[in-house]
């Protein structure tokens, strides 16, 4: 039946079996908890539904709901099903126990208030002052709301600490807003050289830059 269910794709009935499995003895310990993270971990992946997500997150027990790979599946899955008040308090609840470039990626694009994600973001900021993603995803934020003074700051500061084809295509978008063509081409310009180093990585393996 545990196979059968496995094969199927039917995984939370796996999970259901697993206890009586463990019981017999049929399978090693090992196999079992294998088992039971990948049927948890395919159903918080491919939910279909809020109701099927939430219940298979309830479903877990304080230990499970603390493991990383569990939270960001349930993180992604709700972005993509519109539960952004539910992954906003997880997420947020997570990050400022420790930091996460993954969790702030899938926090960033949830649809909240703009002004509360900036307040936010500025308090993780604090703690981690270096963080080129964080710098950049403020800048971004920023552009949005218009506060010219501190979106340059942020993405200047993150292009410092680690260039990025999108950070430069914000500072792009920063100098067309703010009336200032010759700086625009110039970010963009730099957007593409960077894009094009990264091509020759994932091209040949290895940085020919």
Not at 29 to 40: M, R, W
Not at 172 to 177: G, K, R, T
Request: aromatic share 8%.
């Amino acid at each position: 039946m545990a196979q059968a269910s496995q094969n199927a794709g039917q995984w939370q009935q796996l999970r259901e079996i697993l206890p009586k499995v463990e019981k017999l003895e049929i399978l090693s310990p090992e196999k079992i908890l294998h088992l039971s993270n990948h049927s948890i971990s395919q159903q918080l992946e491919f939910a279909e539904t809020e109701t099927e997500l939430q219940a298979t997150w309830d479903s877990l027990n304080k230990d499970q709901k603390l493991n990383n790979g569990y939270i960001h599946a349930y993180a992604q899955t709700g972005l993509k099903l519109g539960m952004n008040e539910q992954v906003a308090q997880l997420t947020e609840k997570t990050i400022n126990k420790m930091f996460s470039d993954v969790l702030l990626n899938i926090w960033s694009q949830l649809n909240i208030d703009n002004n509360d994600r900036i307040k936010i973001a500025e308090k993780w900021l604090k703690k981690n002052p270096e963080n080129p993603l964080l710098l950049k995803t403020l800048g971004s934020f920023c552009l949005q709301n218009k506060l010219w003074g501190k979106a340059l700051d942020y993405l200047q500061k993150s292009t410092e600490i680690l260039p990025q084809p999108d950070t430069y295509k914000l500072m792009a978008q920063y100098f067309d807003a703010v009336g200032e063509p010759d700086n625009a081409l110039q970010a963009y310009q730099q957007a593409e050289m960077y894009r094009s180093q990264l091509v020759l990585v994932d091209d040949s393996g290895s940085d020919k830059t």
